[in-house]
């Protein structure tokens, strides 16, 4: 099977993934939530073995997805996202949706006007 690509509907080749060369990290999250979900992978430290990351940032691109709905969908929809992910990260920190999604919209407000 060497030389043949996996293409996965609705993602990059794998192979991109694994060269991070993937854009969006919200992208990222749901194809390492589809791994565990449809290969039953059993533990984030196999699912990093796979993509040749550490556990770590399985557990960090993961976190993406404790972000409210609404910045999921503008994280995906986004061609040039001009946040960096860290700053992402620390918004998974904040439990309260209303206030990730403020938080969120003071960021983005803070970029444009920069």
């Known amino acids: 099977m060497q030389g043949k690509k996996i293409l996965r509907v609705g ?4 192979e991109d993934f694994k060269k991070n ?8 999250a749901l194809e390492y939530k589809k ?7 059993d533990s984030q430290t196999k699912l990093a073995k796979k993509f040749g990351v550490s556990r770590t940032r399985i557990t960090q691109i993961l976190n993406l997805l404790k972000l409210a ?6 994280i995906l929809t986004q061609n040039n996202l001009n946040i ?3 700053k992402l990260r620390a918004l998974t920190q904040i439990k309260d949706k209303k206030l990730q999604s403020s938080k969120f919209q003071e960021l983005l407000h803070n970029l444009q006007h920069k």
Do not use: G, H
Request: aromatic share 10%; proline share 14%; with cysteine.
């Open 21 to 28: 060369l993937y854009l969006n990290p919200m992208q990222l």
């Open 69 to 74: 709905p609404e910045i999921q969908q503008y």
């Open 84 to 86: 960096t992910e860290k």
């Open 35 to 41: 791994c565990i979900t449809d290969e039953q992978m």
């Open 11 to 14: 993602f990059p080749p794998l």
